[in-house]
């Protein structure tokens, strides 16, 4: 199973009663279909999964589903904070037809998330998991990050079969890609250094940004894998801006604003977030703007 | 109501196969309900709240409950990331008879937690709940801080009662007592730092350390309440290795540890917390030494 | 030699041509003279010492050292960042007549100022001083740490007599009391937290905020002793806004424009330092307004 | 005037009365001169430029000049802490002969360096050298970061060629390309992430591990040049853990060592550092053993 190419992490709909809205994500689903993409994940952090009971995640699962065909990857999120809670998720992502589940590291307690305990951890879940796991490492939320040591070691399971690295640190995607044997699939977080990730090994990315301009994410990968580099390196300064506003500053509100602008309804965030000020839509009309394929 | 004074925010017990024990939880909570503690929290960071569901969560408060009487304090810890899940586990938490519930930061986007959000979150929360509102702020696990211009606009609600700071930094503490109305009641959550933000015009504390040795942790308090601060200064450097090795280091582990070198049975710690190693033992041992109250 | 009290760490004044104005310095410290202040540090940071030769260092102290009477305490800063200059500093010093010198750790070439290099700087720097010596920690400003067991190694030394700890961390000077003998005297450097430092066993203070206002940093420093805690309290409470303003926010610039408001004529800071912007004028004039002694 | 390709920011030689020796550097200059390095960097951040006075650095600049042929580029770090000393030094660099001076940000007094005090320091520096200027950022030694906002405004200046950033990280390498004027030269200042840098606009680079393996550096520079990417990746993981036991952990004491195993006589570090424990050079001598260059 391999997990090259562009992936995007797609926000949850939630209604103005702060519920799941099933009908939405179809609707939009269907349209991200249509694009090069190379898959989806759905309930990573993008997905506001931290914001929703156990039940409300089996129906996006469920929803989504049916509307990604067999011949793109359909990836689910099921990080929980208790080893024993990861378990059971990944057991129902993969029983509602996950290809794969993304587990992002618990974080809570930071300083006894060592390198044993992460190894203890995921194998507990890859050992139970029917489908295949791919680690995920976001410092930036967790405040705790799964080494290239950790990953060394974990890369020997045979159904961990990658990992996301969402940190934009390059050093640490060379050594992640290093540190593991030929096979294991390294995919970029950061929209915003995706380019430098490919150079140094990555096999593609799950990019927050993928999800306003699949297009562009698709093509900057391409043109990498094709060796054109100067085009590459010019695509991706012009992604920049964009990957900035969308992925780091204003997060998942953000996102969502710039899903409505170009006509993809999505909802609100769920409280505690909210959403961006009007100043920031004016920066995201912005930066939107030069990319001709936001306007379809 | 007032949280003047020593309260120990205990452990929950699992037994081994990874479920709540509530069984031993009433065996200890006998044992602290004979100290002179001023009351207990149930279901905070050190009762590994975030490893646990909701149905796991109400049969701790109805175990505990029963064994605390009318005339100590029964907080109970229900914060959660989203605001509707905070809604309900307090509402949940109040029906089955806490005294007020504990509601630690939501944390997972920190970028997007602004006062603005701190503040929509916990009136919400404050709205809802029948009984009142501690916040609580716990910097180093969370990764966000509910700052004082933020907590200056909650102390506004009149069902929000105080909050309890678990850093160390003795000015954000006298800043959280200056910014707040008098009457507002500031605990302080790091014991190596107790007697000086008391000094500074902390009411109280909720200390991992006093589930070990809450007759020094309580003696403390009445000291620096008594104005016998140089009594104090010496206690409080006596407590300082063993809250040091208790409250930061090993943390939850650390803790549980530490109470079966003295005789509770609080089990171990849920995955992918890991038991502490021998070496930690050895040096729990050492540091437990010089409280006489603790070999009893 | 004791070091109990307040201590003003005074800027050095340079005229418009950007060169040391001794006349001007003696005009001011005539002035700080009239005041309670247990004595003065002439180049510690506050003096802008980094940013002047060893010429013109020499100037200041030569300068200064007719001013300031017997009976009042004369430090004098002489850290550099290496050893052998840190020597030649501190015998200049002694030459000129200071009664101690206060040595603030290199911390240029941060990973490699290991516990046994501070001790080995240290140790040299007291063996060739003819006049004792203070430990100078200031991790915001240097980014390295002279932790409590690194100075626990030095307070041994004879001609080592104590220590001035800059950062706000309470626990952090607990720990230096804690872990030197009895005598070893640890100074304050935090003007917003000097009450609790005090609580904790800090013998005084070298405040940058004693500059503006002596006359209330030295009464803060008796009613400590004194052990009238919630007087002690109260005036810490209302120091803290202008203490902020001037030792963290604004730095020296902030310094420097206080003492101008209120009549000390200490000239412009030295490039690259530029002078604080009006807006910054107009929140030091506020916050000096509570304070009558400084419109005699 | 072209900084295109690698160069070697070279350690000053201490003798064992911690005096600069002359004589030693002329040695071990002459054998760099034998190899393909595009030219050097004396008295930088690995000169121990921050350890010597006035007088040393003249002798360093002299000594050095004569030994590098006019087709290698001769660059002198004049940084200073003030203006008025940074302005000096550049003089007095350009009058013994450097091609370029490399003045590093001031960074003692942090909250105090915004852009505007960076333009203006920078600036005076610029409009006062005879010979142009690069701009220095290494944020791990000095706490602060001259940020692109400040880097765009500075690369107007006719006398402001260039930059080293030391930082490893590539999103702020590709930000600084994008913010300047085609033909403004960036160089890298990590070697770790040399080749990343040099993926999105890095023209060269001035590499402490180039010291030690000058010849696998300039082919790792002339791979990427060539667009011969999977080769360079190659090279670039080859070199990873010797860049990282060089530039990073183990600072000037690590290089000084490395240098001493292949034969360069560049003495001891001047204290207060202290040269690496005999564990370091065991790691040293195995991370070398891969490097055929060295054993000449």
């Not at 589903?65 to 990080?79: H, K, M, Q, S």
């Not at 977080?189 to 490919?198: D, H, N, V």
């Not at 505690?272 to 920031?280: E, F, G, I, N, T």
């Amino acid at each position: 199973m391999t997990f090259a190419g562009v992936f995007a992490p797609i926000p949850t709909p939630f209604d103005a009663q702060d519920n799941v809205d099933a009908d939405r994500l179809r609707v939009v689903l269907a349209r991200w279909m249509k694009s090069p993409l190379a898959g989806v994940v759905v309930l990573g952090s993008n997905g506001e999964a931290v914001l929703m009971d156990e039940a409300e995640s089996d129906r996006v699962v469920v929803a989504a589903r049916d509307l990604v065909p067999r011949n793109r990857g359909f990836i689910v999120g099921t990080g929980r904070e208790s080893t024993q809670a990861a378990v059971r998720a990944a057991r129902r992502a993969a029983g509602h037809g996950a290809d794969a589940v993304l587990v992002r590291t618990p974080g809570f307690f930071k300083t006894q998330m060592t390198t044993d305990a992460f190894v203890r951890h995921y194998t507990a879940v890859a050992d139970a998991s029917p489908v295949p796991v791919l680690l995920y490492n976001f410092t930036a939320l967790t405040g705790v990050t799964l080494a290239p040591a950790a990953v060394a070691r974990l890369a020997t399971h045979p159904n961990i079969i990658g990992m996301k690295e969402s940190g934009g640190d390059i050093a640490q995607v060379a050594d992640l890609v290093s540190a593991t044997p030929e096979g294991f699939q390294v995919l970029a977080g950061s929209a915003a250094t995706f380019y430098p990730a490919l150079c140094v090994g990555a096999v593609g990315g799950i990019l927050a940004l993928s999800c306003v301009v699949p297009e562009a994410c698709t093509q900057l990968f391409n043109l990498a894998r094709a060796g054109r580099h100067d085009d590459a390196r010019a695509l991706q300064r012009r992604l920049v801006p964009l990957a900035r506003l969308i992925g780091n500053t204003h997060g998942v509100p953000g996102l969502k604003a710039a899903l409505h602008l170009i006509g993809y309804d999505v909802g609100v965030p769920r409280p505690p977030l909210m959403p961006v000020p009007d100043s920031v839509l004016s920066l995201l009309r912005e930066a939107l703007a030069p990319f001709e394929e936001v306007s379809r």
